[in-house]
């Protein structure tokens, strides 16, 4: 079985920073692209900062300048650093990855279970 977990949320004050962690464990081979979403309250899902297995970086706009998101394959972890946070960050982050499995089963359909960041002003 092979699952994602998070850490590193909680409450800040608007300018603040925290520091957002995934640890991909199980049966898995291989690690690919691994992301950050992002769910606000009453609002869908969204994509904040994506990196592959290479370390090529994508941002959502809302991101870029603020946000940093780094790998360890070694470890088959994620971070998200994040700076200057904003009250319109607040949400659930959600970490996902493409796991390829010793199975041979590859998929991107797990999730961990979310951690709330709440960002007051």
């Known amino acids: 079985q092979v699952q994602l977990v998070e850490s590193g949320g909680g409450l800040v004050q608007a300018g603040g920073s925290l520091r957002l962690s995934c640890a991909a464990s199980?049966?898995?081979?291989?690690?690919?692209?691994m992301a950050w979403y992002r769910q606000a309250p009453g609002k869908q899902r969204e994509l904040v900062a994506d990196?592959?297995?290479?370390?090529?970086?994508n941002y959502a706009d809302s991101a870029k300048g603020r946000f940093t998101i780094s790998r360890d394959n070694a470890k088959n972890t994620v971070s998200l650093q994040m700076n200057a946070l904003k009250p319109e960050d607040t949400g659930v982050y959600f970490c996902?990855?493409?796991?390829?499995?010793?199975?041979?089963?590859?998929?991107?359909?797990?999730w961990g279970q979310g951690t709330q960041v709440t960002v007051s002003s």
């Open positions: 990196i592959t297995r290479a370390g090529s970086r």
């Open positions: 996902n990855a493409g796991i390829l499995t010793f199975g041979g089963i590859w998929t991107s359909a797990i």
């Open positions: 199980g049966r898995i081979s291989r690690v690919d692209t």
